[in-house]
């Protein structure tokens, strides 16, 4: 009964901003590491940010630092990625994921053992 479900994707123009929320189904999400992945088309899957469980670590792909920040709302049992000065480059379906092998800790060369997926989000940036 393991689920994730990802929701806040649409349209927005090049500059604009999008706040995306992961909500679990059957399980308590902030004792999880969890994920946000994108993949655009043509493209291969790639991971994005992560937030750890153990000590709150954030980290991010190179191309959104500055732009992007991971959180959790541990009342509402979400993580959120604020995206900000959104370019066209970053249109892509928006996933977010844990790993139930390890749940702890941010694994920075994006692999996972045991992961569980959400069905994803739409972000497209276009004037």
């Known amino acids: 009964q393991v689920q994730l479900v990802e929701s806040g994707g649409g349209l927005v123009q090049p500059g604009g901003s999008l706040r995306l929320s992961c909500a679990p189904s059957?399980?308590?999400?902030?004792?999880?590491?969890v994920y946000w992945f994108r993949q655009a088309p043509g493209k291969a899957r790639e991971g994005v940010s992560c937030?750890?469980?153990?000590?709150?670590?954030?980290i991010y792909v190179d191309d959104v630092k500055g732009r992007f920040n991971i959180s959790r709302d541990n009342e509402q049992d979400t993580v959120v990625l604020q995206m900000n000065n959104l370019k066209p480059e970053d249109t892509a379906i928006y996933y977010c994921?844990?790993?139930?092998?390890?749940?702890?800790?941010?694994?920075?060369?994006?692999?996972?053992?045991?992961?569980?997926w959400g069905q994803g989000t739409q972000v497209t940036v276009s004037s």
């Open positions: 994921a844990t790993d139930l092998a390890y749940r702890t800790t941010c694994n920075s060369d994006w692999r996972l053992t045991n992961d569980y």
């Open positions: 059957g399980f308590i999400l902030k004792y999880y590491t």
């Open positions: 937030i750890s469980y153990r000590t709150g670590r954030t």
